[in-house]
């Protein structure tokens, strides 16, 4: 039964992440979306903020879960008994990191072989810093993100005075 785990700071959760954990939940039996803690990325969201707008947006697959995680990713993959870590490629400029992390994963972990999905191309420019950039200068985001994410997202700005 190979599960895969989705890691990503997922902060917040747009139709990109989206599209890559339908085309995994096809491929594997279980999919775990897991919303790493990254305080170093500094995220607007707090962890369970990030959680909870996953699990609203993913509510509909029933192979995918959604999960906080602190710690390394390779221990993540063993604690979740899974096979594959799922990854999204968007363009050339994402494989560098990508690549380096995927090695690293597999150094870490044995079992960590990393998996790379395309999303539909009209995701493809697609990521959560220019999705808040342009709610936070009033732009319209339904395009990017859905309904129950662009509301809490309204909210944190308006919370944070932005
Ligand atoms: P991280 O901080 O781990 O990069 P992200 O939430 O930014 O976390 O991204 C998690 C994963 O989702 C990454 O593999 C990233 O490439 C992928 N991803 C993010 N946005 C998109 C998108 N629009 N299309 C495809 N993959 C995406």
């Given at each position: 039964m ?9 902060d917040?959760?747009?139709?990109g ?5 339908r ?10 979306a897991?919303?790493a ?13 990030r ?5 609203e947006?993913?509510k ?7 999960m906080p995680y602190?710690?390394?990713?390779a ?7 899974a ?11 994402d494989?560098?990191?990508?690549f380096?992390?995927?090695?690293t994963?597999r ?7 990393t ?6 191309e ?14 936070r200068l009033g732009?319209?985001v ?9 509301r809490k ?10």
């Open positions: 190979p599960t895969a785990i989705y890691p990503g700071t997922f917040p959760i747009t139709f992440h989206i599209d890559i954990a085309r995994a939940s096809k491929i594997f039996t279980r999919v775990i897991v919303i803690e990254n305080p170093k990325k500094n995220p607007t969201f707090s962890v369970k903020e959680v909870a707008m996953a699990q947006s993913l509909n697959f029933k192979n995918i879960s959604v602190k710690g390394l990713i221990n993540c993959i063993q604690e979740c008994k096979s594959a870590i799922i990854r999204g490629l968007r363009a050339i400029s494989f560098e990191y990508e380096q992390m995927a090695f994963n150094k870490m972990s044995a079992r960590a072989e998996v790379f999905l395309m999303p539909n009209k995701y493809t420019y697609l990521n959560s810093t220019m999705v808040k950039e342009i709610a732009g319209d339904s395009n990017f993100v859905p309904e129950y994410v662009e997202m309204r909210k944190k700005l308006k919370a944070s005075g932005a």
